[in-house]
């Protein structure tokens, strides 16, 4: 259905290939995923597929690619639209209508189906992908994750025979990943449709995968085997691989139930080491139920069964960097926070987990001023966001959002690290060293646009560390990220919260939070329904423990890395 024959792609002024010699073939009926790390071309691989390369991003395609016989250097995207479905990372560069029924229904219109044709498909996707609730919503007031849908969702109305997906669980919940990666499962099983797929976040998708497409380096050749085979030597791999080698083990598991089953001998060394996990004593983790004017009954059931939970408290030494107090935010019709009440501590890293459309980041955007509380207090350094001068606020709170080109506006490196030292009012030079440090051998006339989505959160993460604003901020930040990149922004934020610094995420990174977050706050519809230490929230939770923990309990083990120590 898809092949490559020695194809090479050379974008205009580069002196290399981004990607070379690619040659390989995906049959009808097959999910093949594109493994490697990042900045190796694996986006310029499935552009090929789709005929944005070269149509849309010029330079110049060397070799043959073809999807379903048409030739993409002859057949530009719209010939290829009723063969080819994409969904790239951001899915708001997709969208072409207002809301989200609209926009499942456009694909359709272009190709000409008949209305009742239409409305079956756009019913049978809101259903599939947990979408109906949402159908008359305004895109714009979506949360990442529930756009991410809505784009995988508007690309399956028309049922295309090829799929091409570029980090489709990126912003999804672990929750609505699994009903998407299962939709997409059903859809090569059931359907035959064929899929090429890109995902970093490879603890989620290579147990579903065919095969994988491993681009290991870049320039390096295209290598095809089954995941175990590809695993056992990529450069990137989830956890359960990195248990798995650990261990000793072969053939690697792919899946946490194969895991388990071989978990026993390891279990049995690491009782006789010390547990990480939580105290066994429950009063010692304080979990907080909110408390709204008008609760709905379960909760209030919660309550009688639970009490009056204890408030989580900062260090009693320091004053709280922020505060939020009885904070409720109102979005149009919707409530996006009930009565929040949260302490930020200096030097504390706090994860905000949830599921998409829970408030995190309206709660991320009220601390920094970008949303007006409907009722309740803010206070950020004493100051309230919303009412503070921004030359003032970035020296109190700095926010990378979930799409960091939203901070990066200038046409060069360079440029946006003068601006950003002009805004911070800090000595010139002071933003260009941060980005030295986070992304060595980028040039001061590199174009931000022309940089991975690793790259260009480094640069906005940056730009806002120019300030040195006590309360640091990020949405989504490993969104597009690669196992190593992720573990640069790890150790990096590690050393902003020794300096001090407090760092709230909001993620549905599992793996990140386990080990990077000293406090977990669980969110759902606008209220917070669990605080407290990372290992005694996550430990309990069937989707927002890690990988490792699964595989090791009832022992509270969060990562590889703890394991390892465990084992020195």
Not at 204 to 221: E, F, T
Request: glycine fraction near 8%; hydrophobic fraction near 40%; include cysteine.
């Amino acid at each position: 259905m898809i092949r490559f024959e020695n194809v090479s792609v050379t974008y205009d002024g580069a002196a290399e290939p981004t990607v070379r010699g690619v040659d390989f073939e995906v049959p009808e009926g097959e999910l093949v995923l594109l493994a490697g790390p990042s900045g190796v071309g694996k986006s310029t691989v499935l552009g090929a597929v789709s005929g944005l390369v070269p149509h849309f991003t010029g330079g110049t395609l060397a070799g043959r690619v073809t999807v379903a016989g048409r030739d993409t250097r002859t057949h530009k995207p719209r010939e290829l639209a009723d063969v080819v479905g994409t969904v790239g990372q951001d899915p708001l560069s997709h969208f072409v209508t207002d809301t989200v029924e609209d926009e499942l229904a456009y694909g359709m219109e272009s190709l000409g189906l008949p209305p009742e044709v239409m409305r079956r498909r756009v019913e049978e996707t809101l259903d599939l992908l947990g979408l109906a609730g949402l159908r008359d919503r305004p895109l714009a007031t979506l949360s990442g994750g529930q756009q991410q849908r809505v784009a995988i969702g508007s690309v399956l109305t028309p049922h295309p025979r090829v799929l091409v997906l570029d980090e489709p669980t990126s912003a999804l919940d672990p929750a609505a990943a699994e009903e998407v990666l299962a939709v997409v499962q059903r859809l090569v099983h059931d359907l035959g449709t064929t899929v090429l797929m890109a995902e970093h976040r490879l603890e989620r998708v290579v147990q579903y995968a065919d095969r994988v497409a491993l681009l290991p380096a870049p320039g390096a050749p295209l290598v095809l085997g089954t995941p175990a085979e590809m695993m056992a030597v990529s450069p990137v791999y989830p956890p359960v691989v990195g248990l798995g080698r650990l261990a000793g083990w072969s053939p690697l598991p792919l899946t946490v139930r194969d895991a388990r089953r071989r978990a026993g001998a390891l279990r049995e060394r690491l009782a006789e080491r010390q547990d990480p996990g939580p105290s066994a004593d429950p009063a010692a983790a304080p979990v907080r139920l909110p408390t709204p004017t008008s609760p709905p009954p379960s909760v209030r059931r919660a309550r009688r069964l639970l009490g009056r939970p204890r408030l989580t408290a900062p260090d009693p030494a320091s004053s709280p960097v922020a505060e939020v107090r009885g904070l409720a935010v109102r979005r149009g019709r919707v409530r996006a926070l009930r009565r929040v009440d949260l302490a930020l501590a200096p030097g504390e890293t706090v994860a905000l987990m949830g599921r998409n459309g829970a408030g995190k980041s309206t709660l991320l955007g009220s601390l920094v001023g970008l949303v007006q509380p409907a009722s309740g207090v803010v206070r950020v350094g004493g100051a309230e966001p919303y009412r503070t001068p921004p030359r003032e606020l970035v020296r109190r709170v700095g926010l990378v959002p979930q799409e960091p080109r939203d901070l990066l506006y200038a046409d060069t490196v360079a440029a946006e690290c003068a601006a950003a030292d002009r805004d911070a009012e800090a000595a010139p030079g002071t933003c260009r060293a941060l980005v030295a440090e986070l992304l060595p051998g980028v040039a001061d006339g590199t174009h931000p646009r022309d940089l991975s989505e690793g790259q260009r959160l480094a640069l906005a993460l940056a730009v806002v560390l120019t300030a040195r604003p006590p309360l640091v901020l990020l949405d989504e930040p490993t969104r597009g990220l690669d196992y190593a990149a992720k573990a640069r922004l790890i150790t990096h934020l590690r050393g902003l919260a020794r300096d001090g610094h407090t760092i709230v995420l909001a993620t549905h990174d599992v793996e990140l939070a386990a080990e990077l977050a000293d406090r977990v706050v669980l969110l759902a519809e606008g209220e917070v329904i669990a605080d407290g230490p990372t290992a005694d929230v996550v430990v309990s939770s069937p989707s927002y423990a890690p990988q490792v923990t699964k595989i090791l309990a009832p022992q509270r083990w969060l990562t590889v890395a703890q394991v390892r120590e465990a084992l020195r």
